[in-house]
T-cell receptor, first 113, second 110 residues
Framework: NAGVTQTPKFQVLKTGQSMTLQCAQD?????MSWYRQDPGMGLRLIHY???????DQGEVPNGYNVSRSTTEDFPLRLLSAAPSQTSVYFC????????????FGPGTRLTVL | GENVEQHPSTLSVQEGDSAVIKCTYS??????FPWYKQELGKRPQLIID?????GEKKDQRIAVTLNKTAKHFSLHITETQPEDSAVYFC?????????FGTGTSLTVIP
């Protein structure tokens, strides 16, 4: 099993550009989520999904969209990148609800100029 | 929403000593409390977790305690080793959402 994979590993964007961060898991997990990690602030939940076709907002959803058309994939879209979105982004998945071990992907380091 | 506070933000201990990290939470509905270890440049990895119907859980040198009444939980690492040096995050889960503490940078001095 590859576990949770994310692409790209690094990305530099200009203000106003859009892009999609990819996340996939091969563990047949129902629950998937996206976090951003900023220095001194821990990990903050952006969006999550409890199953295919179902998504919901987390703590910091503004400026981001998600969709969950399959169990395996959970892409995160930045609509119009801003410097405040410079961060490390982690995707995670777990069996069933969030009350189980979260398996994290390797992360994407995003810089917005 | 939930608010998780974590202390201290940095902790240095001598090899072989114990380390304790404490977290408090605000939402009494939170029912799952994991601890993650993150090495520099790596992804967070679960080291231990506890559910709200349990007061203490141990796994070799690592233990977690939970006080639901006071809404706090703690991570205890005994006989620390240099490879324990990392950032540790506590979290609380409620209503399908995770809320993380701000992290503790632990340094074990050989």
């Amino acid at each position: 099993n590859a576990g949770v994979t994310q692409t790209p590993k690094f990305q530099v964007l200009k203000t106003g550009q859009s892009m999609t961060l990819q996340c996939a898991q091969d563990m047949n997990h129902e629950y998937m989520s996206w976090y951003r990690q900023d220095p001194g602030m821990g990990l903050r939940l952006i969006h999550y999904s409890v199953g295919a076709g179902i998504t919901d907002q987390g703590e910091v959803p503004n400026g981001y969209n998600v969709s969950r058309s399959t169990t395996e994939d959970f892409p995160l879209r930045l609509l119009s990148a801003a410097p405040s979105q410079t961060s490390v982004y982690f995707c995670a998945s777990s069996y069933s609800t969030s009350n189980n071990e979260q398996f994290f992907g390797p992360g994407t380091r995003l810089t917005v100029l | 929403g939930e608010n998780v506070e974590q202390h201290p933000s940095t902790l240095s201990v001598q090899e072989g000593d114990s380390a304790v990290i404490k977290c408090t939470y605000s939402d009494s509905a939170s029912n799952y409390f994991p601890w993650y270890k993150q090495e520099l440049g790596k992804r967070p990895q679960l080291i231990i977790d506890i559910r709200s119907n349990v007061g203490e859980k141990k796994d070799q040198r690592i233990a977690v305690t939970l006080n639901k009444t006071a809404k706090h939980f703690s991570l205890h690492i005994t006989e620390t080793q240099p490879e324990d040096s990392a950032v540790y995050f506590c979290a609380a889960s409620s209503d399908n959402q995770f809320y993380f503490g701000t992290g503790t940078s632990l340094t074990v001095i050989p």
